[in-house]
């Protein structure tokens, strides 16, 4: 059987080909069309699919996807409102009111010690707002029934705002199909339910508790599993406006980073601060927490957050929601690992796309083994939903075998893009020990080999790669790039070398090929790449073995086997808020404007045209820091 998925169109459109439960070809719209988590049809994605597994629309069976239809997700967001009107009463939030008083009462010096890498100093706060914002904020918390009714306010906009959306998406799907002939076969389904399916049928477990965490979806923003051979069984729905992920949107905006974007960023602050700070003031917000329950008073009221942020640096900020974060995952994780006796977890959801937090996940008591969807967003719903139309079919499910499920292009296809570019070149037989040999040398290197990856992280194929010993090139790459990032690059290691430079990977060791869960480090990886290691001692590897991607892994014995060093910088192959490249010609325009020493793309190896001078750029400004 033949499956079209495709993921919700609010954002990060995606098209999944599925036959018989296994992905042939998956790719987002934002690849093709060039920009970023790119809302509306995929047709873009869904005719290079077409052409890439050579399915004709006839042969599709079944078009599933991962929402209701915009009437029944109303419907549900109203129920929540009901729900939640039922469950809430002012009063409760007298525990952060308090801690907030206390903190104001004993006076708040922040420590701006060390520097963040990266963040000015007078970035060190959010943007001052006016006077009348200030009191708006500040009037928001003076008392329990202020913050209740805002939160009500709020809400109800939410929903008119959310409701609206999903009749635009209901519209665009219908419209986008009937283009294609296919509207009379599409199946819809539970949001949480095709995040939850994804994350389990390519786990490769045979039975698992299975979580999702996100912003919203279908009435819900998140739900818990019992998955074994005879399908997802539902335990538990944690109502939305409940929602973990919109928590952490609230702190992403107040200081001043796009919500739905750049949580990462925060993830990265996060290390730096103190959660002593804030987490008083914020944890009692959560309640509800007996019977594996999240409940947030005042959830949809963003002003609390937003006034914190006037008075506390961003990184005791970032510090305090991601602590909190944590610890609610955690006391969720453990009752319901506790009442199922399931040890191995499986996670989805925008909200795991927080490495920090699967780790924790991982180190709860009675977990042996995690696994992260590697396309955790909704970009991946797609595939889920897709899943779910073979539930009734008996099919051999197997554990996702790599990620590199989108397009790929021939050296043919590549020379004529590097001769049309004016670009010179050279072909080799043995690109990946050339490549490696450059790297050896310290040039940085743009990959572009092979298929691109699916979800969100690069993982060799359109990977910016160099050397790990020297911190200082994080920095200057995050300038030529356009990029902000607080948490180091992360590293693609050798499979073998895992335990020598990670510590706990095991029960871990399929997701950490996709870079989405932190290890501590050991004291030699510490030493030996310190690029890749963030100031709380962590990093995200992504181990690259022969089987999951024999070219990369060649590359990376042969820089072994100069250097004596099984690892390298791995970060996402793209200019400043742009799609990671896809094609041969994105990959040669941002290989020109970042200012990169080296192409490796297919066979051949290209420098820069401008090396000589890059490079002595980079000298002069390193050592202008090191002054
Ligand atoms: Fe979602």
Known sequence: MRVLGISPLDKDATASFVEDGEILFACGEER????????GFP??????GLERTGWTLDSIDVVAYSFYDGAKEAELMNQA?????RYHEPGDTQGSLAALRAINEAGYTANLHPPIPGLDRDKEFADAKTWLKKKLYSLSTLSPQLDHKLHRRNFRQWIADASADHALRTTQLHEGLEELGLGNKLRRYNHHLCHAANAFYYSGYEEALVMSFDGYGSGNCGAVYRASSSGLEKLHEFSFPNSLGQFYEYVTA????????HEGKIVGLAAYGDPEVLGPVLRPRFTGMQEGDIRIRGACNYYFTRLLSQSFSKRDMAAAYQHVLEEVVREVSDYWVNKTGLQNVCVSGGVNANVKLNQRIHECKGVNSVFVYPNMG??????????????QESLARKPLENAYLGPDFSDEEIENALKGAGLKYEHHEDVETATAEHLAKNHIVARFAGRMEYGPRALGNRSILYPAQDPEVNLWLNHQLGRTEFMPFAPAAMAEHASRLFIGVDGCEKTSEFM???????DEMKNMCPAAVHIDGTARPQLVSNETNPSFYRLLSAYESITGIPSLINTSFNMHEEPIVCSPDDAIRAFLEGR???LSIGSFVVPHPELDRIQAERTEESSTATC
């Open 516 to 522: 989405t869960i932190t290890f501590d480090c050991t």
């Open 254 to 261: 107040a200081l001043g980073y796009r919500p739905g974007r």
């Open 81 to 85: 409102m009901l729900e939640d009107e």
């Open 378 to 391: 909704d970009g991946g719903c797609g595939t889920g939903a897709a899943l779910l139309a073979f539930e």
């Open 43 to 48: 047709m873009r994605a869904v005719k290079m």
């Open 596 to 598: 990169i020493d080296i």
């Open 32 to 39: 093709l069309s060039r920009t970023k988590l790119q809302d």
